[in-house]
Every structure is written in C-alpha cells, then in structure tokens.
C-alpha cells in the first residue's frame, strides 16, 4: 500500500512540475581548483563565483521585448546560441573575448581578480555565457531578468580557468538597450 501511495504521489508531483512552462534561473554555484606550487608545497585553491541575476520592469509588451533579445545580445558582443520561444529565454554560451567586449573593458563588466596588482581582465580570455528570460507581470508589462557569468583563463597556460564575478553592469546594459529597442530607439 505505501508502495502505490508513493507511486501515485510520484505521478502528481511529475504532472505539476510538467505543466510549468520554464523555471526561474537558478543561481548554481560554481567552484574552480587551483593548485599552487610555492617553497615546494602543493597547495589546492578553491574558490566559487556569484550568480547575479538583475530583474528589471520594462513598459513593453513581452513578445515586443522577446523580439528584440537577439539584436541586443548581438549588439553586445554576446550573439544568441539558444532562443526559446516557448520560454521567452535567449541564451549566450561560452563566448571568448579579450580586453573588451563590444568596445567596452571587460574589467567594468566583471570581476577575474589579480596578478601582481594588474586586473586579470586585461590579460586573460574571458568566456562569458548569457541567460535573459521574458516574463509578463502583473501589470501588463515585462520582467526581463538576466544573468550573465564568466571565467577567465591565461593563454598558454595548462592551469584551470578563474571565476569571474559579474559587477551588475552588464545585466544593467542589456536591459537598457532592450528597452531603447522595445519602444523603437535606435
């Protein structure tokens, strides 16, 4: 008896989450391992990024603010790899750039670190990925939440990448072009 409980139980839960057409971005955790040599010890590193997600209101209609998420990201330098229609979701996945992106540093958008007080973003290969969702509320208009992360990587060395910190500004850019866009800027 308690086995068709679960079963049944099992099947409701399954239902309920199918009928869900997209989940809320979920900050997942990131963790990247280092091993440092130094006076001839073995040292492991481990460090883990943030996951910001910015959530801003648009007076637009969704399917106006969906429509125009491609040119945007393009725009930015983070062409789509991924557009959902059915979740009103464009994705950027793991684009490289170097110093700048779209002609704008890399280090206003994110945070690598160090090496020898010179910021990482201005030495390393970034690869950024890109998540931006569309949603109504409930006035009429749009949530447009995005999340952007990055890790960074030194040319020519063996050793793992760096977790980048988004500092918001970027997220920040892609809503205001949406918007410009939305309502037929320019």
């Known amino acids: 008896m308690h ?3 679960f079963i049944v139980v ?6 309920a989450c199918a009928t869900r057409p997209a989940a809320d971005p979920v900050a997942v955790p990131r963790t990247s391992t280092q091993r440092i040599e130094s006076d001839g010890r073995n040292i492991l590193m481990t460090t883990s990024g943030d996951a910001y997600v910015a959530s801003m209101r648009l007076p637009n209609s969704p399917p106006r603010v969906f429509s125009v998420l491609p040119l945007v990201l393009t725009e930015l330098g983070l062409p789509p790899t991924r557009i959902d229609t059915t ?4 994705e950027s996945k793991s684009v490289a750039a170097r110093r700048q992106l779209a002609g704008t540093s890399l ?10 007080g010179i910021p990482n973003t201005t030495s390393y290969t970034l690869l950024i990925s890109s998540w ?3 949603e109504p509320n409930e006035i009429g208009t749009t949530t447009l939440r995005a999340r952007v992360e990055a890790s960074a990587r030194q040319e020519g ?8 910190s988004s500092k918001g500004k970027l997220e920040e850019k892609i809503g205001g072009l949406a918007l410009v866009r939305a309502t037929g800027g320019g």
Do not use: E, I, K
């Open 3 to 5: 086995r068709l409980s």
């Open 10 to 15: 099992a099947g409701v839960v399954g239902s």
């Open 87 to 90: 979740a009103l979701m464009v």
């Open 107 to 116: 280090g206003a958008y994110f945070d690598c670190g160090s090496a020898t």
């Open 132 to 134: 931006v969702q569309v």
């Open 157 to 164: 060395v063996q050793q793992g990448s760096v977790l980048c």
